[in-house]
């Protein structure tokens, strides 16, 4: 009996013993535990924030690499098709372009409203007011006022007042002033010609350079070729770009051109129609 009891003491105070000492681990292990998930929520939040700003960092980084890619681009190839030929290309197409702009402005400082003008000259026509019609003729920009000046002072005139007389003035006049329009565009047909010549003479200097390359190494591998190569297609492309460019221009200024001779055709019928009419002119 004192055994049995001995034995249910021991029991029990091993049970009371190990029970805190658990507990103890329980509670341990409860505050790892809630450690581990918070460090991982911490971790989770922090990366869903750099996630959120990588984006706005990325597109704000983005204009600026794209700016300066296009333009470091242009650089590099400029470099790599040998400078030497890539600058006589660049200066063929700044010279095409000035001689393009200077003519267009020229050409739009021609325009006038043809049948404004004419109508206004006509009735100082037919009101005899020639000397008048000279002088607002003369105020007049464009090849048209400049056409019909030359046709009114000849009917001003004692000796040169026939209808014979006043319609060779204005084909002469007409003629001089399509050489004014059509002046320098001889500079720009010849810069277009330039252009892509100047490209295929890099062309040929870079596959000659290939060769050279192939020679020296001694073997035709890829890596030998791809330096001329290079060269060759760069100058080619820059040539053929500066060609397009001013033959755009061009184009343009030959409408024009047609446009202000049209207008001349077209105002030199009017004024023969104004000068047989007027009584000044001898039939």
Same mark, same amino acid.
């Given at each position: 009996?004192?055994?049995?009891?001995?034995?249910? $003491?021991? *029991?029990?105070?091993?049970? +009371?013993?190990? =029970?805190?000492?658990?507990?103890a681990?329980?509670?341990?292990? %409860? &505050? /790892?535990?809630?450690?581990?998930?918070?460090?991982?929520a911490?971790?989770?939040?922090?990366?869903?924030?750099?996630?959120?700003?990588a984006?706005?960092?990325?597109?704000?980084?983005?204009?600026?690499?794209?700016?300066?890619?296009?333009?470091?681009?242009?650089?590099?190839?400029?470099?790599?098709?040998?400078?030497?030929?890539?600058?006589?290309?660049?200066?063929?197409?700044?010279?095409?372009?000035?001689?393009?702009i200077?003519?267009?402005?020229?050409?739009?400082? $021609?325009? *006038?409203?043809?049948?404004? +003008?004419?109508? =206004?000259l006509?009735?100082?026509?037919?009101?005899?007011?020639? %000397? &008048? /019609?000279?002088?607002?003729?003369?105020?007049?920009?464009?090849?048209?006022?400049?056409?019909?000046?030359?046709?009114?002072?000849?009917?001003?005139?004692?000796?040169?007042?026939?209808?014979?007389?006043?319609?060779?003035?204005?084909?002469?006049?007409?003629?001089?002033?399509?050489?004014?329009?059509?002046?320098?565009?001889?500079?720009i047909?010849?810069?277009?010609?330039?252009?892509?010549?100047?490209?295929?003479?890099?062309?040929?200097?870079?596959?000659?350079?290939?060769?050279?390359?192939?020679?020296?190494?001694?073997?035709?591998?890829?890596?030998?070729?791809?330096?001329?190569?290079?060269?060759?297609?760069?100058?080619?492309?820059f040539?053929?770009?500066?060609?397009?460019?001013?033959?755009?221009?061009?184009?343009?200024?030959?409408?024009?051109?047609?446009?202000?001779?049209?207008?001349?055709?077209?105002?030199?019928?009017?004024?023969?129609?104004?000068?047989?009419?007027?009584?000044k002119?001898?039939?």
């Amino acid at each position: 009996m004192k055994k049995y009891f001995a034995i249910v $003491a021991m *029991v029990a105070a091993f049970s +009371f013993g190990m =029970t805190p000492s658990v507990m103890a681990q329980d509670e341990v292990a %409860e &505050e /790892a535990a809630a450690e581990q998930v918070d460090s991982v929520a911490a971790e989770a939040t922090d990366s869903v924030a750099e996630e959120a700003e990588a984006p706005a960092v990325e597109e704000a980084v983005a204009p600026v690499e794209e700016e300066e890619g296009l333009h470091k681009t242009l650089k590099t190839k400029f470099i790599e098709g040998d400078a030497g030929f890539m600058s006589l290309v660049a200066i063929a197409l700044v010279l095409g372009l000035a001689f393009c702009i200077e003519r267009v402005i020229y050409l739009t400082l $021609a325009q *006038v409203n043809t049948r404004k +003008f004419m109508a =206004t000259l006509a009735e100082k026509v037919k009101a005899n007011k020639v %000397e &008048e /019609a000279i002088e607002y003729c003369a105020g007049t920009r464009g090849p048209v006022a400049q056409v019909s000046k030359k046709a009114l002072q000849c009917l001003a005139s004692e000796d040169q007042n026939d209808i014979a007389t006043i319609e060779r003035s204005i084909n002469i006049e007409a003629e001089v002033q399509g050489a004014y329009l059509e002046e320098n565009c001889s500079w720009i047909t010849l810069f277009i010609a330039m252009a892509p010549s100047l490209g295929f003479l890099g062309t040929v200097i870079g596959m000659v350079q290939a060769f050279d390359d192939i020679e020296r190494a001694g073997d035709i591998s890829p890596t030998v070729v791809a330096g001329g190569m290079k060269v060759a297609l760069i100058t080619t492309i820059f040539g053929i770009v500066v060609a397009l460019i001013l033959q755009v221009f061009y184009n343009y200024v030959l409408s024009r051109v047609e446009a202000l001779n049209s207008n001349m055709e077209e105002a030199a019928m009017s004024l023969l129609d104004m000068c047989v009419k007027s009584p000044k002119c001898k039939k």
